[in-house]
């Protein structure tokens, strides 16, 4: 927890908050926070700044809080994924949003076991805990947005020539023809598929509205680790 | 798995061998293989090619082995990183070696908890099964080498400057004065901190001897996910 983050329920008058719970505990025993120290402190979807600790009773932490920076700007990304593992799909997420994507639309593919549609991991409170630590984790305050589509070709015949219009898109595939592109300042779509990789019509859909494929180099990366990869190197 | 590796003890005549335990089962559960079916394979600090199964009895698979293509190229990259807590480490070095990393030095530093040392993480059987199951996922077949420096000052003086002459060297910090550089193909250093990021005492021994202090933006990575994202950025 890199950045304590409030929402307005945690506030008990303007400007002064209270905490319990898992970030009270992360705070108290790995940040060893004491009273008159300070946490580096966000307002979920609103500005950054410090808290000062005023009182701890009983596990609970009370502190003047005080943030007019701004977050960091958002990475010009809408990040199209296929549904994963809840595992891996946790982490997808958790790695996205620590990284600055705020908007995922995570679509049904060939090769995504059905199943992991029921997943809890899918509820919006679940959504929002993993989001939550990648926002605390990489210091951003700004909540992702997060669609879904189970059909891939409505998805990709009709809605996706809208959303690709105006922007660089970019699906990534171990056969991409080029080499992931660096140095992007500029709104990008970016496809990355499950764990077996979109099948060969899949990427031929995106090619179709547009999309280049795009590759790391020769070697596979599990799903997490090239997201935070093509990020690393697209933005 | 997407490269089943064979050692030398898997032979059972030259170009046939023989395999059950976790490979077996990976193999027959998840690749679904049968009699007569490939799988990608790959000999262990040799070549890569396919396996054709001749024969399924009771859990082991036996095969005729070809593996005439060389293995991807390594990065050019030497990783100095700091020892991490056992589960993290254990992700790195999956990372790195699945990224075509070939040498770690995993070194002491201030913010690095000293009972991580007393892992069985760091045992040889534990380091060889990361890098294993790294290369199976990257399609490679050269197995990583690894050392240890519990000492950081001698390490940084009397070590690091043979090391650094006529290599890029490079730090991670997140104040790092330049942006992460991109479409490097000379040999490379390339050290990352602990958890908590290095001190300024320790980025200071690493400039001292050449290395430049690199960021990845605004925002804090978790250790893995930073390395897959300088990787995927410097190369």
Same mark, same amino acid.
């Given at each position: 927890?890199?950045? @304590? ?16 719970? &898992?970030?009270? =505990? ?20 609103? /500005? ?51 990284? +600055? ?11 995504? *076991? ?25 210091? *951003?305050?700004?909540?992702? $947005?997060?669609?879904?589509? &189970? ?15 105006? &922007? ?6 171990? /056969?991409? =023809?080029? &080499?992931?592109?660096? +140095? ?11 764990? +077996?990789?979109?099948?060969?019509? $899949? ?6 509205? +547009? ?12 799903? $997490?680790?090239? @997201?935070?990869? @093509? ?5």
């Amino acid at each position: 927890m890199n950045l @304590l983050l409030l929402n307005e329920n945690d506030f008990i008058s303007p400007g002064q908050a209270a905490i319990d719970g &898992r970030r009270a =505990e992360h705070a108290l025993s790995i940040l060893k926070t004491a009273p008159g120290g300070t946490i580096r402190t966000g307002i979920i979807d609103g /500005n950054i700044g410090t808290s000062t600790v005023t009182d701890i009773t009983a596990g609970r932490i009370t502190m003047e809080v005080s943030c007019h920076e701004p977050p960091p700007p958002p990475l010009p990304v809408t990040l199209i994924c296929a549904m994963q593992r809840p595992k891996t799909f946790k982490k997808l997420l958790q790695c996205g949003a620590a990284m +600055g994507v705020k908007k995922f639309i995570v679509i049904e593919c060939w090769k995504v *076991d059905k199943s992991y549609w029921d997943s809890p991991v899918l509820k919006p409170e679940s959504l929002r805990e993993q989001f939550l630590l990648g926002l605390e984790q990489g210091c *951003d305050t700004v909540m992702p $947005e997060l669609e879904t589509r &189970r059909r891939f070709r409505p998805f990709a015949e009709d809605e996706l020539p809208g959303i690709t219009a105006g &922007r660089l898109a970019l699906v990534a595939h171990p /056969n991409g =023809e080029i &080499r992931c592109p660096t +140095g992007i300042d500029r709104e990008t779509l970016l496809a990355v598929g499950p764990e +077996g990789g979109f099948t060969d019509y $899949e990427v031929g859909k995106f090619v179709e509205t +547009g999309f280049t494929p795009i590759n790391l180099g020769p070697r596979i990366m599990r799903t $997490e680790f090239a @997201l935070a990869a @093509l990020l690393g190197r697209i933005f």
